[in-house]
Structure formats: C-alpha cells, structure tokens
C-alpha cells in the first residue's frame, strides 16, 4: 500500500507546549505537504516541503523531510488551545499527481 | 491559495435516492480531485475530474455509483448514487495548480448522512 503512516495517532498536551507529529511513506516522492483539518471540516493547508528541502518554517510550524529515512516531521513551537486539530500528510500518488494521505494525529492542546 | 466552495454543505439524505455535490474555484486550476472521508478515517481519492472527458477513477470507485462531470477548469461536480448508509462520509474536492503551483488545496467538505 502506498498509504504512509503518521505517529503518533493521538497527542495531548498543554498551551505553551511543543508538538512534533511525524509522517512516514513508502515511495520516492517530489513534494509532501501536511494540512490541519479542524472538526470534520475541509483540509487546510500548511506547508509543501519538496523533496530538495531538508526544513521550511512557517511562523511556528517546522517541517523536516528526510528522504534517505522516506520520513517528514511538523513541530508546532509555544502551541495555543486552537492548534486542537487533526494533522495529515499527504504525498503524491505514483502518477505524481493526486495526494495519499496518512491516517493523521490528532492534537488536542489543553489550556 | 485558491477559494473553493462546495454546495451543499451537508444534507441527510433517504437511502436509494442521489446527491449531487459542486464545486467551484475562484481561478482556473490544472486538476481537480474527490476524495471521500469516512467517519474518524483518513482522506480517500475516489477519481480525477478531467474536463472534457471521463473521470479516472481510482481502485475500488466507479463510475455508475460516482458519476463526475467537469466542463470547465473551474468546476466539477460528483454525484453520490444510489445512496446506502455506507456512503455516510465528507467528501472533498480539492485542486492544483493555482497559479501553476504545485500546492494542493481543499473544499470545506460535504457532510454527508444517509439513513
């Protein structure tokens, strides 16, 4: 299957804490990109890292890609109550269009 | 980013009967997705909208049960057929190529229940 594989699958912790969720995959791929999916609702889109990159920041989120290792990693720095959400990878599909996504980790930042 | 939109939002529809769910993008895009999500699962692609000719679907979906029209590059729609409890699910659309990036961006979702 070329579905990857995100852990951890649940993360609780405190405002002001850090959370790291990493995403694994299986092929070699040109980009990956994770997205937070608030309640049910539609995915936003947080970063595209390509597979050039080792790290891009974007105000408090870090994505690493290694693709010696096929594995990336979000770190969200100082988290807030509203970083309560689900977060997915998603990697292209062999075609090199679509996305395949993992089964996602869900945060829940407590204040 | 592009603004997509979804119409309906959610409906609760009667098992037998069929929804048919669009999307509209504000500026023309290379490609256009569906994906379903089922209750507390990951994001499932059911098909590719190819304007001006058949869907491609993937491994598991079909085009009698999922029929997808696009006739232009800024609007596609999915209708979900002959309904059972089981196509329970949000289904997205989602797009690439806005302003011919590669960054994939996504609907607000259908929430779907059938009973």
């Known amino acids: 299957s070329q579905q990857g594989e995100e852990d951890p699958q649940a993360l609780s912790i405190q405002e002001g804490e850090n959370a790291t969720m990493n995403c694994s995959y299986k092929?070699?791929?040109?980009?990956l990109q994770w997205y937070r999916q608030n309640s049910g609702r539609g995915l936003v889109h947080l970063i595209l890292?390509?597979?050039?990159?080792r790290e891009k920041h974007s105000g408090r989120l870090r994505v690493t890609l290694d693709t010696s290792k096929k594995s990336s990693s979000l770190l969200i720095t100082a988290s807030r109550a509203a970083d309560t959400a689900s977060y997915f990878c998603?990697?292209?599909?062999?075609?090199?269009?679509?996305?395949?996504f993992g089964k996602g980790t869900t945060l829940s930042v407590s204040s | 980013s592009a603004v997509i939109s979804q119409k309906p939002s959610r409906d609760i529809c009667q098992r037998g009967t069929s929804l048919t769910i669009q999307c509209q993008v504000d500026?023309?895009?290379?490609?256009m997705f569906w994906y379903r999500q089922q209750p507390g699962q990951s994001l499932t692609l059911i098909a590719t909208a190819n304007q001006g000719s058949e869907a491609t679907y993937e491994s598991g979906f079909v085009i009698d049960k999922f029929p997808i029209s696009r006739p232009n590059l800024t609007f596609s729609t999915l209708t979900v057929s002959n309904m059972s409890p089981e196509d329970s699910s949000i289904y997205l659309c989602?797009?690439?190529?806005?302003?011919?990036?590669?960054?994939?961006?996504f609907g607000p979702g259908t929430r779907l229940t059938v009973t």
């Open positions: 500026s023309q895009v290379t490609m």
């Open positions: 890292i390509r597979s050039n990159e």
């Open positions: 998603g990697f292209p599909d062999q075609a090199g269009t679509a996305l395949i």
């Open positions: 092929t070699s791929i040109n980009n």
């Open positions: 989602s797009v690439v190529g806005v302003g011919g990036l590669d960054e994939q961006y």
